[in-house]
């Protein structure tokens, strides 16, 4: 595991935007597994500069979301594919069709995650990005005694909605369920690409990447990966020796 902590949140974000842009410009057809949540704003906004000022292009690359809300609908504003179409699909050459996210308003959430998987199956991904939820979390793979391998429905924990009502109106509007990637479908990507920022996320940090690999910290995991990068802010690193 490689554990990088930066100055500031621009030199990160310059970072982790040219760790997507040099494997793209290596191999054009690259399959991206992207992510939602605060963290990534920033890389995506250098990802549009760079595409911008042509140094990359994305025509031929395959992205793959983690998660998604269910009964969200895409065109709502608070759906994680509203989100990707915001901060990055609409401002870079990227084909629509070659943009993959879980659908949360398919009528059966096992058959969409049969369909996810396949898909998965199919173009595996080069390189998964990935925040973290401050119980440990990632995607929406929420503390438990066990985790699913592949793409599933599951029901939000309290925290977690709590913790992402601050992009809704109320707590009311904060779906109760998601449907994300599994733990087993992230740790196939090629190179896991783990982001955090903030004070808040220290513990978890130190917890999740130097304790024990334990199910009710999912992204504790991720020690099992033979290719992690791991890039804190200095408040998120804070805690680790
Ligand atoms: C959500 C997303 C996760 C994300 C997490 C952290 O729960 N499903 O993929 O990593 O939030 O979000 P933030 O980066 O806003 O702290």
Do not use: C, W
Request: charged share 20%; no cysteine; hydrophobic share 40%.
């Amino acid at each position: 595991m490689e554990i990088i902590i930066f100055e500031t949140q621009q030199e990160l974000d310059t970072y982790a935007a040219s760790l997507f842009i040099n494997l793209v410009n290596e191999k054009p057809n690259a399959v991206l597994g992207l992510a939602t949540g605060s963290t990534p704003i920033g890389i995506y906004d250098k990802i549009v500069e760079s595409y911008k000022e042509h140094k990359v292009s994305f025509k031929e690359v395959t992205t793959f979301n983690l998660d998604e809300y269910v009964g969200i609908n895409p065109e709502n504003d608070q759906s994680y594919a509203y989100y990707m179409n915001q901060h990055l699909f609409s401002h870079i050459d990227i084909p629509a069709a070659q943009t993959y996210l879980p659908d949360g308003m398919a009528a059966d959430m096992h058959e969409e995650s049969l369909r996810y998987d396949t898909m998965l199956a199919a173009q595996p991904v080069d390189i998964q990005l990935l925040g973290l939820g401050h119980n440990g979390h990632i995607g929406f793979n929420e503390p438990d005694v066990h985790l699913s391998g592949g793409t599933h429905a599951v029901k939000l924990k309290e925290e977690t909605r709590e913790a992402n009502a601050r992009f809704f109106a109320s707590m009311n509007e904060v779906p109760e369920y998601a449907i994300t990637m599994g733990v087993g479908s992230i740790l196939k990507a090629n190179t896991l690409l783990l982001v955090v920022r903030g004070a808040d996320k220290a513990q978890i940090v130190k917890e999740a990447l130097t304790g024990p690999i334990t199910t009710s910290i999912p992204a504790s995991l991720l020690q099992t990966h033979a290719r992690v990068i791991v890039l804190l802010d200095r408040e998120a690193g804070r805690m680790l020796a």
